[in-house]
């Protein structure tokens, strides 16, 4: 991160299939979750409570590694 923060919430790949998913590869947020994470109500709704996932905020000067098919 060369400047300010960002925030990644990632889950594990096997668990992509209770995620909401966007599919189209046209779509601008393709592999991206429809459910708002910021939004606690709405993810308990679509059952997010029950799907393992890591929760970081990445800041200046460091780096987020993310495997290969993860």
Known sequence: MLKG???Y???PPW???G????KDKAHPS???SLTDWTNVAEAEADGFAETPGIDT???EGEVLY???FW
């Open 5 to 7: 923060a960002k925030r």
């Open 9 to 11: 919430v990632l889950a």
């Open 15 to 17: 668990a992509c299939k």
């Open 19 to 22: 995620l909401s998913i966007i």
């Open 30 to 32: 393709y592999r991206h």
């Open 57 to 59: 905020i990445v800041h």
């Open 66 to 68: 993310i495997p290969s």
